[in-house]
C-alpha cells in the first residue's frame, strides 16, 4: 500500500488538476434540517476509514518547525479519514457544524512558519479536526479566522502526493449557512457561501462569477414557439437545463451542484433530505476510466471513492464507496463522546446482490 501511495503520490504532483476531483452541496427540508454531501475522488484505491473522536482530546499542530497551535477539542466529532493519520477528513459534530476539504491545485498559497506565527499554525490536514472540535456554528469558525487565531504551515501530508496538500474548505451549520476558507496569497480567506457548493480549482470568488453564466438555466421546461408560422416542441423533459453543462471539471461540476440544489424540491424531513443528497450526489459519481492520468503507460483514473452524506439535526453521518452502494450510518448520539481515545473503523466492505427471485408470485 505505501508503495502504490508514493507512486500516485508522484504520478499527482505532475498532475494535480485531476486529483481529488470532489464534489459538494447541500439542501433544506420543509422542517427547517440542513443536509449536505460531497463525494471523494482518487486516482488509486486509499483506504479510508469511519472515525469518532471525543471531547477533551488533545491535538497538536504540525509545522516544518515542530509543534504548531495546541488545542483540546470541546465537541465530539464523527466522519472519515484517509489513510492512518487520526485526523476527520470530512466530518460533523455535536453541535451540527459539518467541514470538509477540497483539493485547490495551482491556487492555495501558505506563509513561512516562524517564531511569531508558529504557536497558532497547523498543516491543512489539521484545519478540519480544528474547526469540528473548537466550533459550533459558522460565525464562530468566521471570527477565529478573522481574529487572526490560525495560520497554514507547508507542511507534507502523510499519504499524499509529495508536495505541500492546496486544500480548501467548505463549512456549513445546522441552520444551513456556508462558508469557504482558502489559503490564498499566504492568508487564509474567507468566503461567505450562499449557494452551499464547492468545488476544485479555481477559487471560490471564480466559481461564482462563473455562475452568471447560466441564469438562463431553470427547472421548469421551455414553452414551444413557433417560427413563420412552423411550432417547434420541445423533444422531451429538461428542455430548460438546455446548457448545463455535463463534464467533469470543476468548473462544470461547480454549476451543475449549483442548478440541482437550488432547484430540488424540498423534502418534509431530514431522513428523506438525506436519500435526495444521496441522488443528487449521483449525478457526481465518477466511473473509473472516464477522467484518467496516463504515466509511463500505466493509467490512473480517477474515481468516486466515497460519498458522505450528513445529517446537521440529527447528528447522523452516512456514507457509501465505490465497492459498497450500501448506505452505511454513523450516529453521534450513539458515540461515547467522552471516550478516552479516537476509533476508527474501515469502510471497506464488498456488496452482495439480493436474489429476489423467489418472491415472485
Known sequence: MLKKIITV?????LSLSSALACTGLQVKTE???????RTLEFGIFLP????SVPRNYSFIGKTPKGDGKKWKSKYASIGVLIGSEKLILDGVNEKGLTCGMFYLPGYASYPETTKKNQNISMSTSDFNQWVLSQFKNVDEVKKAIVNGEVAFSKVLTPGFPPSVQPFHFLISDKNGKSIVVEPIDGKVVVSDN???VLTNSPTFDWHMTNLKNYVNLRAVNSKPITINGEKFDALG??????GLPGDYTPPSRFVRAVAFSATAIPEKNAQQGVYQVFHLLNNFDI??????TVHKGVIYSDYTMLTTV???QNLKFYYTTYED???????????DKNAKEIKILSTESKQHYVDVSSKLK
Do not use: C, F
Open 9 to 13: 503520490g508522484l504520478v499527482l504532483s
Open 31 to 37: 422542517d427547517g434540517a440542513s443536509i449536505s454531501g
Open 48 to 51: 479510508t476509514s469511519a472515525i
Open 194 to 196: 450562499p449557494v452551499g
Open 237 to 242: 423533459q429538461g428542455t430548460g437545463m438546455l
Open 287 to 292: 466511473p473509473v476510466g472516464i477522467a484518467r
Open 310 to 312: 450528513r445529517d446537521s
Open 325 to 335: 452502494q450500501t448506505i452505511k450510518m454513523l450516529d453521534l448520539n450513539e458515540v
